[in-house]
Nanobody, 119 residues
Framework: VQLQASGGGVVHSGGSLRLSCVAS????????ISWYRQAPGKERELVAR???????IYGDSVKGRFTISRDDAKDSVYLQMDSLKPEDTAVYYC??????????????WGQGTQVTVSS
């Protein structure tokens, strides 16, 4: 299973970006899908998570600005990022709990996509 993230780029403060992450490979079902980010010199932190039943949680710093969604028909997760701030600058990673059969669940990471917000 591979996770391919895309949609990063450079944007001015206050702007918007939409990240996408597509899973491919032998997938029976995808459970929780998450976006994490890691800024230079900082630990990786959870940005948002969405369950298969569409329950969502957000990191405190992004609540009210970011929206996570998923399309199970496309094995995809999205992160709509609005009102971006310079402190949102980081590499963003998607992460998923993927069932490859009824009995096995594995955790996978995507390769990361750079988001840079200029002031």
């Amino acid at each position: 299973v591979q996770l391919q993230a895309s949609g990063g780029g450079v944007v001015h403060s206050g702007g918007s970006l939409r990240l996408s992450c597509v899973a491919s490979g032998y997938i029976f079902r995808i459970n929780d899908i998450s976006w994490y980010r890691q800024a230079p010199g900082k630990e990786r932190e959870l940005v948002a998570r969405i369950s298969r039943s569409a329950t969502t949680i957000y990191g405190d710093s992004v609540k009210g600005r970011f929206t996570i969604s998923r399309d199970d028909a496309k094995d995809s997760v999205y992160l709509q990022m609005d009102s971006l701030k310079p402190e949102d600058t980081a590499v963003y990673y998607c992460n998923a709990d993927v069932m490859t059969s009824r009995n096995y669940v594995f955790n996978y990471w995507g390769q990361g996509t750079q988001v840079t917000v200029s002031s």
